[in-house]
């Protein structure tokens, strides 16, 4: 199954040119009649292992999926039959549609109907789809369509004619040889996670020789060495693929038990490494913090992925490797980013360098902005660019940008920082490049939580020469009301359940300014954000602020 070595792909203009050549090369090979001949083989008659999805379906979208509505990136599609290509579809909801996650809605819902409707769902993809795709395909989305067709077997077998059953594992079969020939050729990163993952199900699943699973898991094995940090941290250092890394290990550790495998030790400590990393990220509310494309996540899922990870380590105050520090004092919490992007985060990097998140007793107080799911461009844009984030920029500019083929712009080449403790309270002072290269201009963060939670102080430092003016902004959860204090100074913050903050600044203007939260998938909440703005001030500005709990 597995035919491909597995290499480390360049970047930059050297990956540009070989991702050209290869999408040339695969145009002019897989879409050919006589490669679609080479992955034919013996059909199987039955499948060895049915295994099942261990993720939670929702029935309502299951009944949704039934009526012939499909949601998928911002985007809703009404139709009787299933619209495999709509006119305009963005390639997330291309992905999402042709990835067949959503079965497990269906599944939810239950009922004869249902049965009828994903057979004839599955069996027209089979007859509409069922040739080489760039996209449909692709070694990722094919992984995940094999690992929801093979999870929700007795679904689309259960009760279906020998002429459509025969056709499902036909195409099973096929579309498993091919993820066999191209799994390490697909995008970089989680996505060859996902395309591994369906590389073991298949193994596991279809009849054949048990070299394909040894295969399969020396691919897995490589990957996790190249993805999951030492602290437990995934490489994109974004709060949401490190769970979606850590649900597909989760669900690969269940499928290889499940079929009486052993477990191999590198998955069970990948495992126990990541998730710490998936508490460290939460919220008190249980959702993900809004670093590097992420949303904060269904808080009920998230809580049966770490139930089925079964993996108890506490949240670490610390992750160096990725690049991040979280901040504890009785029930607040500041989790702040203090890293430089590598090559694999470039799909999902900010330009959040320094920015920090803040929740007090189980409601968020300071954020970023969150990403955007759908297909606009301008939005994903703007949901990474500096001034959607809680943190300074210099003339309104981006620490981190990305060119047109997705690579490093420029970016923070070195992000150094250091923690102190003593005696409950906790001292962060991290700095970034970011704007050197543009600008000379060089930014400094230093943070203070008191050790009774009730004071979080700050201090933001610009030094050099090559720009005249600095903002400072912090964004506001929409659940937060903010107002001006009489002479201007600072703010006063309201929490939901009434709970008074009040900021106040030194060193620069503090107005409060509108600002929109994506925090939500699909949703764009209005809110709000204090700003602070000023002239450097020669080769050193200094700006001063405190956030302090009311009464505290």
Same mark, same amino acid.
């Given at each position: 199954?597995?035919?491909?070595?597995?290499?480390?792909?360049?970047?930059?203009?050297?990956?540009?040119?070989?991702?050209?050549?290869?999408?040339?090369?695969?145009?002019?090979?897989?879409?050919?009649?006589?490669?679609?001949?080479?992955?034919?083989?013996?059909?199987?008659?039955?499948?060895?292992?049915?295994?099942?999805?261990?993720?939670?379906?929702? !029935?309502?979208?299951?009944? /949704?999926?039934?009526?012939?509505?499909?949601?998928?990136? =911002? $985007?809703?599609? #009404? *139709? @009787? &039959?299933?619209?495999?290509?709509?006119?305009?579809?963005?390639?997330?909801?291309?992905?999402?549609?042709?990835?067949?996650?959503?079965?497990?809605?269906?599944?939810?819902?239950?009922?004869?109907?249902?049965?009828?409707?994903?057979?004839?769902?599955?069996?027209?993809?089979?007859?509409?789809?069922?040739?080489?795709?760039?996209?449909?395909?692709?070694?990722?989305?094919?992984?995940?369509?094999?690992?929801?067709?093979?999870?929700?077997?007795?679904?689309?077998?259960?009760?279906?004619?020998?002429?459509? !059953?025969?056709?499902?594992? /036909?195409?099973?079969?096929?579309?498993?040889?091919?993820? =066999? $020939?191209?799994? #390490? *050729? @697909? &995008?970089?990163?989680?996505?060859?996670?996902?395309?591994?993952?369906?590389?073991?199900?298949?193994?596991?699943?279809?009849?054949?020789?048990?070299?394909?699973?040894?295969?399969?898991?020396?691919?897995?094995?490589?990957?996790?060495?190249?993805?999951?940090?030492?602290?437990?941290?995934?490489?994109?250092?974004?709060?949401?693929?490190?769970?979606?890394?850590?649900?597909?290990?989760?669900?690969?550790?269940?499928?290889?038990?499940?079929?009486?495998?052993?477990?191999?030790?590198?998955?069970?400590?990948?495992?126990?490494?990541?998730?710490?990393?998936?508490?460290?990220?939460?919220?008190?509310? =249980?959702?993900?913090?809004?670093?590097?494309?992420?949303?904060?996540?269904?808080?009920?899922?998230?809580?049966?992925?770490?139930?089925?990870?079964?993996?108890?380590?506490?949240?670490?105050?610390?992750?160096?490797?990725?690049?991040?520090?979280?901040?504890?004092?009785?029930?607040?919490?500041?989790?702040?980013?203090?890293?430089?992007?590598?090559?694999?985060?470039?799909?999902?990097?900010?330009?959040?360098?320094?920015?920090?998140?803040?929740?007090?007793?189980?409601?968020?107080?300071?954020?970023?902005?969150?990403?955007?799911?759908?297909?606009?461009?301008?939005?994903?844009?703007?949901?990474?660019?500096?001034?959607?984030?809680?943190?300074?920029?210099?003339?309104?500019?981006?620490?981190?940008?990305?060119?047109?083929?997705?690579?490093?712009?420029?970016?923070?080449?070195?992000?150094?920082?250091?923690?102190?403790?003593?005696?409950?309270?906790?001292?962060?002072?991290?700095?970034?490049?970011?704007?050197?290269?543009?600008?000379?201009?060089?930014?400094?963060?230093?943070?203070?939580?008191?050790?009774?939670?009730?004071?979080?102080?700050?201090?933001?430092?610009?030094?050099?020469?090559?720009?005249?003016?600095?903002?400072?902004?912090?964004?506001?959860?929409?659940?937060?009301?903010?107002?001006?204090?009489?002479?201007?100074?600072?703010?006063?913050?309201?929490?939901?359940?009434?709970?008074?903050?009040?900021?106040?600044?030194?060193?620069?203007?503090?107005?409060?300014?509108?600002?929109?939260?994506?925090?939500?998938?699909?949703?764009?909440?209005?809110?709000?954000?204090?700003?602070?703005?000023?002239?450097?001030?020669?080769?050193?500005?200094?700006?001063?602020?405190?956030?302090?709990?009311?009464?505290?």
């Amino acid at each position: 199954m597995v035919d491909e070595p597995t290499i480390d792909r360049p970047t930059g203009t050297g990956r540009r040119t070989l991702d050209r050549a290869r999408e040339a090369i695969e145009s002019a090979v897989y879409g050919t009649a006589l490669y679609r001949v080479s992955l034919r083989g013996k059909r199987p008659e039955a499948l060895t292992f049915g295994p099942t999805d261990p993720w939670p379906g929702d !029935a309502n979208q299951g009944q /949704t999926l039934n009526d012939g509505c499909y949601a998928f990136a =911002g $985007r809703t599609v #009404t *139709a @009787g &039959p299933a619209p495999w290509n709509p006119e305009g579809a963005s390639a997330a909801w291309l992905e999402a549609m042709h990835g067949f996650q959503w079965l497990r809605h269906m599944a939810a819902a239950g009922g004869a109907e249902t049965r009828d409707r994903v057979h004839g769902l599955v069996t027209d993809w089979i007859t509409a789809q069922g040739e080489w795709d760039p996209l449909t395909w692709r070694a990722d989305v094919l992984g995940r369509r094999l690992v929801a067709w093979l999870s929700h077997s007795t679904l689309l077998l259960g009760g279906a004619g020998r002429q459509s !059953a025969e056709a499902i594992l /036909t195409s099973l079969a096929e579309q498993a040889r091919h993820l =066999g $020939r191209v799994a #390490t *050729a @697909g &995008p970089d990163g989680a996505p060859r996670i996902a395309a591994i993952k369906g590389l073991v199900f298949a193994a596991l699943c279809l009849p054949g020789d048990d070299r394909r699973l040894v295969q399969a898991l020396l691919l897995l094995d490589h990957e996790i060495g190249r993805q999951i940090h030492a602290d437990g941290g995934h490489a994109s250092r974004s709060p949401a693929v490190q769970l979606s890394v850590f649900r597909d290990l989760v669900e690969l550790r269940s499928v290889v038990m499940a079929a009486h495998q052993p477990v191999p030790t590198m998955l069970q400590t990948a495992i126990d490494r990541m998730a710490p990393v998936v508490r460290f990220f939460r919220h008190g509310d =249980g959702g993900l913090a809004l670093f590097n494309d992420s949303t904060e996540g269904d808080p009920a899922l998230i809580d049966v992925a770490l139930a089925l990870g079964d993996a108890p380590g506490q949240p670490p105050l610390s992750a160096p490797h990725s690049g991040f520090e979280r901040m504890v004092a009785r029930c607040t919490l500041v989790i702040t980013d203090v890293g430089a992007p590598g090559p694999l985060a470039a799909p999902h990097a900010h330009g959040g360098t320094l920015s920090f998140e803040m929740s007090v007793d189980g409601h968020r107080l300071v954020v970023n902005c969150g990403a955007h799911g759908g297909s606009d461009s301008d939005w994903r844009q703007a949901q990474r660019a500096t001034a959607a984030h809680s943190t300074a920029a210099v003339e309104d500019a981006d620490s981190l940008a990305l060119d047109q083929d997705g690579n490093f712009d420029h970016c923070p080449g070195q992000v150094d920082a250091t923690r102190q403790e003593d005696e409950g309270a906790t001292w962060i002072d991290a700095s970034h490049d970011g704007f050197v290269a543009d600008y000379g201009i060089s930014h400094r963060r230093r943070l203070y939580l008191a050790a009774d939670g009730d004071s979080l102080r700050g201090e933001d430092t610009l030094s050099g020469h090559g720009a005249r003016r600095f903002t400072i902004r912090f964004h506001l959860h929409p659940t937060v009301k903010a107002s001006l204090v009489a002479d201007g100074t600072g703010a006063l913050l309201r929490l939901p359940g009434g709970e008074g903050w009040r900021m106040r600044s030194s060193g620069a203007m503090l107005v409060i300014a509108d600002s929109i939260y994506l925090g939500h998938a699909g949703a764009h909440s209005r809110s709000e954000q204090i700003v602070l703005s000023g002239p450097l001030q020669g080769g050193v500005t200094t700006v001063k602020w405190a956030l302090s709990r009311i009464g505290g």
